[in-house]
């Protein structure tokens, strides 16, 4: 299932190409938000079949679904996602346009999206998800 956050306050959307995705502003995240209102480690997102699950890990400034704060929720589509003061549009499904190719870039996603004023980059971490002995 493709899923993809679109930042309520402008910039790119941000393709959930992995099934679990650490969100935060720590090395070890694969979307990284570069702001000090974000935890090293603010939550994390399970794509499942129809729909996305959302689990606070103990953040500070909080993890909102429809700007009601939650430990855990589901994602449905068009929900609102709020990870400290960045909010986001949740869209999914097969129905998505393909993400566009940024130039200079390898695949379709860039490994930073530059950032817009008043809102922070947010990175994708290049590492695999999994590691050869």
Known sequence: MRARLIPLDGGPPVELTKDISLVGRGDDCEL??????????????????????VRDLGSTNGTRVNGQRVRRAALLPNATLSVANFRYAVKFGDALPPPLPTPGTAGPIPPEHPALPGTAPVLLNPLPDTYSN
């Not at 399970?46 to 996305?52: A, E, M, N, S, W």
Request: proline share 0%; hydrophobic share 35%.
């Open 32 to 53: 990284q938000i570069e702001h000090k209102s974000v935890s090293k480690r603010h939550c994390v997102l399970v794509k499942t079949d129809g729909l996305i699950l």
